[in-house]
């Protein structure tokens, strides 16, 4: 975005065929990992696909930055609570990945009532000679065995593995809607409609409850937690969104539950604006701490928001995702899409925010420059090094030849999961059953 929107390049794009797209392909997380080198998916099939980045090649300099599907492994199935009589779901809301320590890579993937730990990693090596098996893996006799073998490792194809590590099951009465790792690296949390969870991840039999906002008579329930984030850099604090578009940071050290909240962030609301859905669209859908961990970025329906921790009354920076659509929520409230949860992300330098719209745009806003963008993820523009043209939406009035009618945006086509490489200008857009991955133009 430093010099034009229209020099962002597509440089790969995953696609699934659409006419053999079903529900399961749905793409329902997306998440690069520390270094940007993987970018993993989930899916409302259980599924998680990892993609990996191409090492530049001298013959073919251009071609770094490709991402090429590395591993796919089933994550989660679906299952049945018998004593609830209820169906659980395997898709997978939320994907964390840890900080690499060695040879493997580690992620947590959840669905929405149990976590897992999984670990990913590469074999090209498998060991031969046994004692006590032949070569096809069968019991020897041991009367027949003679002589003594060393076991020795042989070269084999590279086989990329995905083996369970942990399973953090039976902790959760609602739906689980977010994770995050701790900057501990030793401790994550889960955090579902009422409670929040403190797990280390040795420990799979027990969790420790850090927030519960659950009313001892659940007909005075007025807000539920929409979103939950560890702070980048101090392990004690963390905060958590609602739905009724407030923010609460809460201090571990303060207290073991953080049921009293160290700083509670809320705009006041403008009388002028109040409408019958104005409790509806202030819901927060997602909360992220900027990099350097001096921010919080908020979603809710309309608009993202920025927030210094040290100033609660309200937010430093609002910018407007699709104000065309105020006058539109009757419909949107008809059709469901009003309680769309989208989601927000920071670029690696914290100086532009991205967030999807409707009709498979995104927005991008530079938060030096004030400039914003609107681009649009399809597939006519996914050929490979495709240039993406700015798209308008266009309320009433004269329609220029380059807008779209607000009357004509597909509600069915939305982006809510999008994710930025931790420090290059490179981006993974989630339409539907497809991921789009752009790139800043390579000269």
């Known amino acids: 975005m430093e010099e034009d929107a229209e020099t962002r390049k597509i440089s790969s794009s995953f696609l699934r065929d659409h006419s053999y797209a079903t529900e399961a392909d749905i793409i329902s997380t997306v998440e690069f990992n520390h270094t940007g080198e993987l970018l993993a998916t989930g899916d409302k099939g259980g599924r998680v696909v990892i993609f990996q980045r191409e090492q530049e090649s001298k013959n073919q300099p251009h071609r770094r930055g490709e991402y090429n599907v590395y591993s796919t492994f089933q994550s989660h199935e679906p299952e049945f609570d018998y004593l609830k009589s209820l169906e659980i779901e395997e898709k997978i809301n939320k994907i964390r990945w840890l900080p690499q320590q060695n040879a493997a890579y580690f992620l947590l993937s959840t669905n929405d009532k149990t976590v897992k730990l999984w670990k990913v990693s590469e ?34 194809d ?24 701790n900057s501990d690296y030793e401790t994550y949390m889960s955090a579902d409609d009422l409670r929040i969870n403190l797990w280390n991840f040795e420990i799979t039999n027990q969790s420790f409850n850090i927030v519960d906002i659950k009313p001892a008579n659940m007909e005075e329930l007025t807000e539920v937690i929409t979103a939950a984030e560890f702070h980048p850099h101090h392990c004690n604090t ?41 409790e509806i669209i202030s819901s927060i859908s997602d909360v992220k701490f900027s ?99 700015p798209r308008k939406v266009c309320v009433g009035g004269k329609r220029r030849k380059d807008e779209i009618s607000v009357d004509s945006l597909d509600f069915s086509k939305k982006i809510l999961h999008t994710a930025w490489h931790p420090s290059e200008n490179i981006i993974a857009v989630a339409a539907t059953n497809n991921l789009y991955i752009f790139q800043d133009k390579v000269n």
Not at 170 to 181: K, P
Not at 361 to 388: G, Q, Y
Request: net charge positive; charged share 30%.
């Open 123 to 156: 074999r090209d090596k498998r060991p031969e000679g046994y004692n006590l098996k032949d070569e096809d893996g069968r019991l020897r006799d041991p009367s027949m065995i003679t002589v003594l073998r060393v076991p020795v490792l042989r070269p084999m």
């Open 158 to 181: 590279l086989m990329v593995e995905a083996s369970p590590r942990r399973t953090f099951a039976n902790a959760h009465t609602y739906h689980i809607n977010s994770i995050s790792v």
């Open 238 to 278: 963390f905060v958590y969104s609602s739905s009724k578009g407030t923010i609460r940071l809460c201090d571990m050290r303060a207290a073991a539950l953080c049921d009293r909240h160290a700083k509670f962030f809320e705009e006041p609301e403008d009388p002028s604006n109040r409408s019958f859905f104005s």
């Open 291 to 389: 990099h350097s961990g001096r921010y919080i970025m908020t979603r809710d329906y309309l608009t993202v928001k920025v927030w210094d921790l040290n100033m609660e009354n309200r937010p430093i920076e609002t910018y407007q995702v699709h104000d065309y659509l105020r006058s539109k929520l009757c419909s949107l409230y008809e059709n469901d899409c009003i309680f769309d949860k989208f989601e927000c992300v920071w670029n690696g330098s914290d100086s532009v925010i991205m967030t999807g719209s409707y009709n498979n745009f995104f927005r991008m806003f530079d938060r030096n420059t004030k400039r914003d963008v609107t681009l649009e993820a399809s597939r006519e523009n996914s050929k490979p090094r495709a240039i993406l043209k």
